[in-house]
Structure formats: C-alpha cells, structure tokens
C-alpha cells in the first residue's frame, strides 16, 4: 500500500524507533500523521516540524480508556503502525512475574488491544494496513531477553492470526523483525545496531513493497535467511547474543 495520501497513526511515537516513523510516514506523503505517546508532552518538537500534519495523540496501549479516547479521535486512520513496546523481562528464570507481566502487557496484549480500538476506521477505509513492530527475537528466543523474546513471539502469532483475519476486509498485515536498533531500549548494550531513521525509511519501503515479513537492517536480513533455512541454526546463533 502507498502512503502517499494515507492517514497514518505511530503509537510509542515520542522517542525511538517511532519517532523515526513519524517522520519517514511524512516523507513519504502521508496526509496525516497521528503522533501517540504516553505522554504528549513529550512531543512538542516532533509536532513542531510540520504542525500541519502531526498530531499528537495521548495513547497508552496497556489502557482500555486511552485507546478508545484516542480511537474516537482518529477515526480517519488507514495505517495503524504498531511500534509501542517495552524490554522489561530478561532471563526468564530470573525476572520477576511482574517483569513478565510487563512485557506481555505491552507487548502482546497491549498491540492486539491497540489493533481492536482501530480496527473500525480500518476498516472502513477501501485499503489499509497494520504495521507491527515485533523482532528478530520473535522469529527464536534470545535468552539473555527471555521474556521479553517470548512476548515478541506470542505478538509474532497473532500478527499471522490477523492477517488471515483480515484479509477479507482489505486490511494488509505486515510483520516487521528489527535486529538491534540504536534507541534508548537498548542503550546499555554493546553491539552493532542499526538507526531508527535508517530502520523507519526500510519498514515505508517494506510497507509500500506489500512485504508481508519486513527485514529493515543488515542484521535482520541475515537472521531471517538462516532461520529460512534452518530455525535451530537461528536458536543458536541468538543464544550466544
Ligand atoms: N531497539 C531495538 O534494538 C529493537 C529491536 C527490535 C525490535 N524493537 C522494537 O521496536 C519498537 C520500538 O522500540 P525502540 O527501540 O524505539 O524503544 P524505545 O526507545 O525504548 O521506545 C519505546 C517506545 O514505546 C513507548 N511505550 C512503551 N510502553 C508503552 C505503552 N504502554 N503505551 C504506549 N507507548 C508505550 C515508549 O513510550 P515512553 O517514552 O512513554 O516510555 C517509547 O515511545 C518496540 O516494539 C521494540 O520492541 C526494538
């Protein structure tokens, strides 16, 4: 699907990988860019660089009042971009429950609740698309983020659920598997990461492409072809990250 023209909304639009999205959605013509964070405040000079087709929207995935305030404000979306998520589980014999929690909170059921408040205005529009941003710990655990591979993968699974689910009501679902990229969320970690602009610019073209799997960086790229060929290759390789 084309952006040009389309009205896209970004959740976990203030920093990050989502920030990136909202200006590579605008470059590549989208007519409205609905900005969502937790805290819209923190999105004064994201809004401030097209004032005119950004839109700051208060949205917490993990709240049922938030979305649907914010679903009834953007009943025009037509590309629902998914990028919201949080690391909060690493082994997964050592994180709490509640870090556990956490992660499938926002990871899993926070997406799929952020996919079922905008659903109407997808579907009411002759074309639209559902960008999740999952990872390539989606695709096999990386221990040393256990828990938070795990949400990743149960996110991975409903994102194939959808797309069968969908597809009758010309709603496209892509799936997109980041390898490192370099945000806040995985600032501490020593290893080759990828741009969020360089990463948002890949997911457009990916979108625009009609790629049902999204590969946006190098990494990426080459843990998908040896999953391709092999999964246990892919299970070994991420246990040694
Ligand atoms: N960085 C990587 O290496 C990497 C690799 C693969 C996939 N990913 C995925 O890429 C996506 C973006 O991550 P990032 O790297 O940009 O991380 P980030 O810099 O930590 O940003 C995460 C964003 O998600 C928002 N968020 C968290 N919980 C939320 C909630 N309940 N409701 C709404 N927004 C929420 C955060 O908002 P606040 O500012 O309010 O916390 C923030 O805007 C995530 O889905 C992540 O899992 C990242």
């Known amino acids: 699907m084309k952006l040009d023209n389309a009205v896209v909304l970004v959740t976990g639009a203030n920093r990050g990988l989502g920030r990136a999205l909202v200006t590579a959605t605008l470059a590549a013509g989208a007519k409205r860019v609905y900005a969502g964070a937790r805290d819209p405040g923190q999105l004064r000079d994201l809004v401030a660089d097209a004032p005119d087709r950004i839109v700051p929207l208060q949205i917490d995935i993990t709240s049922a009042g938030s979305l649907a305030a914010a679903a009834a404000a953007a009943g025009d979306v037509?590309?629902?971009?998914?990028?919201?998520?949080?690391?909060?589980?690493?082994?997964?014999?050592?994180?709490?429950?509640?870090?556990?929690?956490?992660?499938?909170?926002?990871?899993?059921?926070?997406?799929?609740?952020?996919?079922?408040?905008?659903?109407p205005a997808l579907e009411r529009a002759p074309r639209a698309a559902i960008v999740n941003v999952l990872s390539v710990a989606s695709l096999a655990n990386v221990p040393a983020l256990g828990g938070y591979s795990a949400a990743k993968?149960?996110?991975?699974?409903?994102?194939?659920?959808?797309?069968?689910?969908?597809a009758a009501k010309n709603v496209a679902v892509h799936a997109v598997f980041?390898?490192?990229?370099?945000?806040?969320?995985?600032?501490?970690?020593?290893?080759?990461?990828?741009?969020?602009?360089?990463?948002?610019?890949?997911i457009v073209e990916g979108v625009e492409a009609g790629l049902e799997e999204i590969l946006p960086d190098p990494a990426s790229r080459q843990m998908f072809d040896v999953w391709k060929r092999d999964p246990k290759a892919l299970e070994r390789q991420l246990a040694t990250m």
């Not at 014999?93 to 609740?113: I, K, M, V």
């Not at 993968?153 to 969908?166: I, N």
């Not at 980041?178 to 990461?193: E, L, N, Q, S």
């Open 153 to 166: 993968a149960a996110s991975f699974s409903a994102t194939q659920a959808l797309r069968v689910d969908l």
């Open 78 to 119: 037509t590309v629902l971009v998914n990028n919201a998520g949080v690391l909060a589980a690493y082994g997964v014999l050592t994180s709490t429950p509640a870090q556990l929690a956490a992660d499938f909170a926002t990871n899993f059921f926070g997406t799929l609740a952020a996919t079922r408040a905008f659903l």
């Open 178 to 202: 980041p390898g490192p990229i370099d945000t806040d969320m995985v600032r501490g970690m020593p290893m080759a990461k990828t741009s969020p602009e360089d990463v948002a610019r890949a």
